[in-house]
């Protein structure tokens, strides 16, 4: 039975503090300094952790301007995938410096991966764990890669069917890591209260034998309290300045006096005794709605989002019979071509016939 990871000199776990981190994502606008105070600001909120995210829009999806790659019905309407992440995403030359001043602030510092060249720089800064996003979920060849390093795994599940969340278990697991903690998480930007189903977090640790967390989306702070409640040893929370900055993610993200507001919530949490617990949920009127029941059902919203996951897309004009490697197929963002993975199993293949770059592969298009 897993109670407990250990991350860098602390564990997360059962009968230990509830872990906080901090989501940085896009919120520093591209500005180092920014970055920088975000990691102070979050130490100060009382963050026990800060989380990044390492891709390039190159890592993740494709230059490519045609109506699989054009975002609709979601906060980004109307971006490519490509000029979304190219706005968004964490210049690398900054990860030392930032792991250092979260070193300094003693916070943990983790991140994101997308792709295994940035699993290879966080592997050379000795980041203490791996966090896997939501809509990364079905990147099994990422996912083995990531488990291979044998460090814990934080893996988000916002756009998982059980399905989805039972394979890339079994794939962490096949590479003989353990050490795994999943969060519920509804990934919708921002997420109804009413749809958050924390009755899943209880379910969550005794169906698959991990650490349960939440990753929150909502714009309530009380959430929190609720999954605490429902035995969350993880909270991850979008952190930024001030949300009149603007950014990709600012309409789902606390400022700091809403965080060291939400970390006091959490922390008189674990000090209540059950019947005092269940009195302070009654009294905190609709957010009681986010207990909700044990659900691995994927609301209409939601499903608008797996768009963002990924798939086998060939990236370079194919002639029939050419053979399929790594140079004119990769699994990158949207979610429109066979599941990843397939991916290995197709390296080495002739294409049944000509494909244009930026197609999503199907199954009749490869050779038996």
């Known amino acids: ?142 996912l083995r890669y990531i488990a291979s390093k044998k460090k814990p795994i934080i893996l988000s599940t916002g756009v998982s069917t059980l399905e989805d969340i039972e394979l890339a278990l079994k794939s962490i697991r096949e590479e003989g890591l353990e050490e795994i903690a999943v969060l519920k998480c509804t990934s919708a930007y921002p997420a109804p209260v009413n749809e958050m189903n924390l009755a899943t977090i209880k379910d969550i640790k005794e169906r698959f034998d991990v650490v349960p967390g939440l990753s929150d989306h909502t714009i309530n702070i009380m959430v929190t309290v609720v999954a605490v409640s429902m035995g969350a040893k993880i909270i991850e929370k979008h952190f930024m300045l001030d949300r009149k900055a603007g950014g990709p993610d600012a309409e789902f993200s606390l400022e700091p006096a809403e965080f060291k507001n939400m970390v006091k919530a959490v922390r008189d949490t674990e000090q209540m005794e059950p019947n005092e617990l269940k009195e302070k949920i009654k009294s905190l009127g609709e957010v009681e709605q986010a207990i909700g029941k044990v659900n691995y059902e994927l609301t209409e919203k939601v499903k608008n989002h797996k768009f963002f996951m990924r798939s086998i897309f060939v990236v370079k004009d194919m002639k029939e019979g050419e053979i399929f490697s790594r140079d004119n197929i990769r699994v990158i963002r949207p979610n429109k071509g066979m599941h990843p993975k397939y991916y290995s199993g197709i390296l080495g293949k002739k294409a049944k016939k000509n494909i244009e770059k930026g197609t999503p592969l199907e199954s009749n298009m490869v050779e038996e």
């Open 1 to 142: 039975m897993v109670e407990k990871i250990k991350v860098g000199n602390r564990y997360i776990g059962e009968g230990e503090p509830v872990f906080i981190a901090a989501e940085i994502s896009c919120n520093h606008l591209q500005k180092k300094d920014y970055a920088l105070k975000l990691i102070e600001e979050a130490k100060a909120a009382g963050a026990d952790g800060v989380k990044f995210q390492t891709y390039t829009p190159d890592t993740i999806t494709a230059d490519i301007d045609n109506e699989y790659f054009r975002i609709k019905g979601t906060l980004w309407e109307g971006k490519t995938l490509y000029e979304l992440y190219n706005e968004a995403y964490t210049p690398w030359e900054w990860f030392p410096e930032l792991k250092d001043k979260a070193d300094e602030e003693g916070l943990i510092f983790f991140s994101s991966p997308f792709d295994e060249t940035s699993v290879d720089l966080l592997e050379k800064l000795d980041c203490p764990i791996y966090k896997i996003a939501s809509f990364e979920i079905n990147h099994i060849p990422l």
